[in-house]
């Protein structure tokens, strides 16, 4: 299997407390806390109303990144999403695979859907989304220069895999894993209703709890994080970035792999930690 690997080295020169500034790429919140944040994605959705019965009961807010067909699809859903107090964020317009979008075109498509769901949300809400999550978690430089001139910080995710095709005890393994503090947990309510999302969002909830971590909104959890604009961006290389006294680093990787049939598909989870060390997950959306 061929991979390559584009790497984005964020590097910090000066610290920013105040807000997450549009066109940074965030994978996890701050770890000084014992806090995590839910995310949901492709909605609203199937399972969106059951979601948000759960959520309501365990008293939980939570940020949902939805695509603005389905809204326009269930604009009800998405008003009771706000209305519950929960976080919209934007997943574009018709979760396109932006990596087999032609290059001359991509960043003007990316800009368009962006902007289009933009105004359907904040029609149906009030309020425009502040925060981008992309299809497939895909992020490039140029996704970045995208979200930074429509004024969106791009949200990834810690841990999700509540799309593959595995057993729920195997699925929950996982998410079980990655549940620590600054966790950015990723799950569906939309995007079809064989996922088996309820089941294991209670499950997470539960172990938070055992745990004492608690779930916070995405804009709470970024809030308390140290975050600035990409000051540096290097592709191809995949070598370890050690933090520096005076300059944290952040070291992000997002892939492709070549599938069976000799397509480019997006690897989508790749962290490596400032300290060294594997990745921590990996996932491929659909």
Known sequence: MRIKTVSLILLFPALAFAGVPAGTFIT??????PEIALSFDDGPGASTEEILSILKEADVKAAFFMLGEAAKERPALVREVSAEGHLIGNHTFSHTNFLKVPKEEREA????????????????????????RMPYGVTRPWVLRVAKKT?????????????????????????????????????????????????????????????????????????????????????????????????????????????AR????????????????KTNGKGDEK
Request: charged share 30%.
């Open 109 to 132: 498509k990316l800009e368009k859907e962006i902007t289009l769901t933009d105004e359907i949300l904040k029609e149906l809400t009030g309020k425009k989304p502040e925060f981008l």
């Open 151 to 259: 004024g969106h910080p791009v949200f990834n995710w810690t841990y999700g895999s509540d799309w593959e095709k595995k057993p729920k005890e195997e699925l929950l393994k996982g998410y079980l894993e990655s549940l620590r503090p600054g966790a950015i947990i990723l799950m569906h309510d939309g995007g079809g209703k064989g996922r088996k999302t309820v089941w294991l969002l209670k499950k997470v909830l539960e172990e938070a709890k055992k745990r004492g971590l608690k779930p916070v909104r995405l804009d709470e959890a970024a809030a308390g994080a140290a975050v600035a604009a990409p000051r540096a961006v290097s592709a191809g290389t995949t070598e370890e970035v050690q933090p520096a006294a005076a300059a944290l680093s952040i070291f992000r990787s997002t892939s492709t792999r070549q599938n």
């Open 28 to 33: 996890d919140g701050p770890k000084e806390k």
């Open 262 to 277: 000799g397509e480019e598909v997006p690897v989508r989870f790749h962290l490596y930690p400032p300290s060294g060390g």
